[in-house]
């Protein structure tokens, strides 16, 4: 495998420096993640919490590399080359403010409660069904979406890279890729669980920042030096306003101009700007405070003060990433937007020849028809066509429908014109009850947006064999994070409580729990590599998206339980198992049948349901006697708090509050 990888890399990148970087970087990581874990697989606390000895520096890094990965390159920079632009960078900015509010509130409560896992808090808390439940839950969305999405991302960045080639007559495709990741993060992780993540992490957390920078230099510098004639916006209008004396950043100001924004609509399906006010932070908190392969990082913290110094690191460097993303990502549409529409069309292709088919001979199906706001925007007429199909096809009058539709507050006529089609085509399927929808239509593949420029703008001589491994590293990075997660809940939350030899001495039990946390690593990443490629299909609306929509399924249960939990002292036991198996019932009856209501304000509206349930319940079944979490005197010098980082928080709010206020569109109407 390393020498299809060397050979296809030699030809794709035809300079010696930049495979000499790559393979470097990779031997690199390797090294050092073997190097510094060789003695961690002795007992269960040193193999899926590295001893509790993780350093501040340490734990800051790996946060970052296991949160920021093809997920962001790929998935952020493509919404940002949407219309979406630099809006996205609330995941980002509030994220910010969420590592803040886990360093003091949250941190605290989960090291006071010696804890291997997140699920397990809630034994403390509630009872040990509703552990098993979240354990089950999160266990699923780990292997299922969190490995599969980020893997399939990484993938399709490589597969794009290489553009169909092959050695020795293996395909670099998707699929091949899919393996290598899957693979690289596996072994390690077998190896050194967490220790070695973190000091893996060490090297690609803050190689992925230099990466980034490098590809926003080469990006504005190819923007810069190109021929306005080439250049492309989200308008007309602002192409029309270039001139040749323009320098890189003012083209790019000029461009990006209705981008350049915080906030978007409250009609806005993706972000709207009701969203920022309440239902962006559900997710936020619960990914940092509450998802076990991001806090499994300070689980391991040598100290409250250590990891409180970790998480206000991240939320720095939380701060800076937009403009390494995101503003990368926009500038890939301004130079390539032929090469994404292209992209789009050719997966595209045979829905679009299903549509033809069916227009000239209508027949007995009943299967409509379904496009994004890129399809609408770049094929106005066809999205119209198909508009009247849809229509006459399940007997639904249009101007009915779009009556109905604006009259619920769906259709808005502040909308602009792809907007407006996208809605009449939700009018129309609202009113076609149980009609089903084939593949979705797509106008630009605003997920290549990111791959493109590592292919087309940054440059060889060392400078693309460090991206790419830079990248690799970073998607390799999220995974085994993910790898890790999964296995601990399994071994710790699972086989240990149900499944494991109570007959066996502790020595043995410590033993066989690494072990099985070893062979669940093989058995979930062979899982992930198998279901990856699935998410190619348009229909999931990009990997960034996708990933947050699914997350709704458990994240506002989850919050809700821990919430509850932390400061609704006699709420009774019994509800956080209840909090739990509600939420995807809420959630997905939601999804059902307000499909109008964007994945956001649907997490927010499960969260409120789930919280007015705890307050009914504390009435009429509360605790007999408050919720008091024990404290072990032996630990009051482990458990003090940092000084230092709670300044540092303090300055990450106030950054955070100048970035919005610069980047607020104040004209811009929001309802």
């Known amino acids: 495998m390393t020498n299809f990888l060397f050979a296809q890399a030699a030809s794709a990148f035809g300079n010696g420096a930049d495979v000499l970087v790559f393979f470097a970087f990779l031997a690199a ?246 969203a920022l006010i309440f239902a962006i932070w559900i997710p936020n908190l619960y990914y940092w405070g509450l998802n076990q392969y991001i806090i499994q990082r300070t689980l391991g913290a040598k100290s409250l003060g250590e990891g409180q110094k970790g998480l206000v690191f991240a939320a720095f460097m939380k701060l800076l990433i937009p403009f390494i993303v995101i503003f990368p990502g926009m500038i890939a549409l301004n130079l390539f937007s032929g090469d994404m529409k292209a992209n789009a069309e050719k997966a595209s292709a045979t829905e679009m020849a299903r549509f033809e088919e069916v227009k000239a001979n209508p027949t007995s199906d009943a299967t409509l028809f379904s496009f994004n706001r890129s399809f609408a925007l770049t094929y106005p007429e066809k999205a119209d066509e198909i508009l009247a199909f849809n229509a006459a096809a399940s007997g639904v009058n249009l101007d009915e429908a779009v009556a109905a539709a604006k009259e619920a507050g769906k259709i808005n006529d502040g909308m602009k014109d792809e907007e407006m089609r996208v809605a009449k085509l939700a009018a129309i399927q609202a009113k076609a009850t149980g009609a089903k929808t084939g593949p979705m239509l797509n106008g630009c593949d605003y997920d290549a947006a990111f791959p493109l420029l590592m292919a087309k703008v940054v440059p060889t001589g060392g400078f693309k064999g460090f991206m790419l491994a830079a990248l690799l590293g970073a998607i390799v990075s999220s995974v085994a994070a993910m790898l890790n997660a999964a296995s601990t809940i399994f071994s710790m939350d699972i086989y240990n409580e149900y499944l494991v030899n109570k007959n066996l001495d502790e020595a043995a039990r410590q033993k066989k729990l690494v072990l099985v946390g070893r062979i669940a690593v093989v058995a979930f990443v062979l899982v992930g590599c198998v279901v990856a490629p699935m998410w190619a299909n348009p229909k999931f609306g990009g990997v960034f998206k996708a990933i947050q929509e699914f997350q709704g399924y458990i994240s506002p249960g989850i919050f809700a339980a821990f919430v509850v939990g932390f400061w609704m002292k006699k709420a009774p036991n019994s509800y956080g198992a209840i909090a739990l198996i509600a939420c995807p019932i809420l959630y997905g009856a939601l999804a059902t049948f307000v499909p109008s209501l964007d994945f956001l304000n649907r997490m927010a509206v499960t969260f409120g349901v789930l919280i007015a349930l705890a307050v009914v319940m504390s009435i009429v079944c509360p605790r007999k006697e408050a919720f008091v979490q024990a404290t072990d005197e032996s630990k009051a010098e482990f458990l003090k708090e940092s000084k230092g980082a709670k300044i540092g928080g303090w300055v990450v709010v106030a950054l955070t509050v100048v970035l919005y206020l610069i980047y607020w569109d104040y004209d811009l109407p929001m309802f």
């Open 29 to 274: 990581v390797a090294f050092v993640a073997f190097g510094m874990s060789r003695n961690s697989g002795g007992d269960s606390e040193s193999y899926f919490l590295a001893g509790r000895g993780l350093k501040w520096w340490l734990i800051g890094f790996s946060l970052i590399a296991a949160n920021i990965s093809a997920e962001q390159f790929v998935g952020m920079s493509g919404q940002a080359a949407d219309y979406i632009g630099l809006a996205v960078a609330s995941y980002e900015w509030i994220a910010a403010l969420s590592l803040v509010i886990v360093a003091f509130f949250f941190l605290p409560r989960f090291l006071k409660a010696g804890i291997y896992t997140i699920p397990e808090y809630l034994e403390t808390r509630y009872n040990k069904s509703a552990r098993s439940i979240m354990s089950i839950m999160m266990m699923i969305m780990l292997v299922a979406v969190n490995i599969t999405v980020v893997t399939f991302a990484g993938a399709k960045a490589y597969a794009v890279f290489f553009d169909g080639a092959s050695v020795g007559g293996v395909a670099l495709d998707l699929t091949f890729f899919c393996w290598v990741i899957g693979i690289f993060a596996a072994l390690y992780i077998f190896a050194g669980g967490l220790k070695a993540c973190a000091w893996a992490d060490l090297l690609q957390g803050s190689a992925l920042i230099l990466a980034g920078a490098v590809v926003l230099f080469f990006s504005l510098k190819a923007l810069g030096s190109a021929d306005i004639g080439s250049l492309a916006a989200g308008s007309a209008d602002a192409v029309s306003k270039l001139t040749a004396d323009m320098g890189a950043w003012e083209r790019f100001s000029t461009l990006n101009a209705d981008k350049l924004r915080m906030n978007l609509p409250s009609w806005d399906l993706v972000l709207p700007v009701t």
